[in-house]
């Protein structure tokens, strides 16, 4: 079974920035489309970034010019490097495949973002 482990969460003030950080447990990982997703508190989940095996990116317009998805094949291990956080941007964040069947998903990173 596949593993997602995310890490790099915390509780930043606002127009700080963050490192996320997920590992993923397959030897497909090089083959796949991944995503970084949020759900903040009483709402849905949602995709905020996608990264393509070539290194194609996407990203939401609510995070557009703040976020950055990249990927590191030979790691297994996808990132998310958020500046200028603001306190919409307090969420859990998960890292999983953006087409097919979901991995498990993982238990996630907290970001909180508060003065």
């Known amino acids: 079974q596949v593993q997602l482990v995310e890490s790099g969460g915390g509780l930043v003030q606002p127009g700080g920035s963050l490192r996320l950080s997920c590992a993923v447990s397959?030897?497909?990982?090089?083959?796949?489309?991944m995503g970084w997703y949020r759900q903040g508190p009483g709402k849905e989940r949602e995709l905020v970034a996608r990264i393509t095996p070539h290194g194609s990116t996407i990203t939401a317009d609510a995070v557009k010019g703040r976020f950055t998805i990249s990927r590191d094949n030979a790691k297994n291990t996808v990132y998310l490097q958020m500046n200028s956080l603001k306190p919409e941007d307090t969420a859990v964040y998960y890292c999983?495949?953006?087409?097919?069947?979901?991995?498990?998903w993982g238990q996630g990173t907290q970001v909180t973002v508060s003065s």
């Open positions: 999983n495949l953006v087409a097919g069947v979901y991995y498990t």
């Open positions: 397959t030897s497909t990982f090089s083959t796949r489309s």
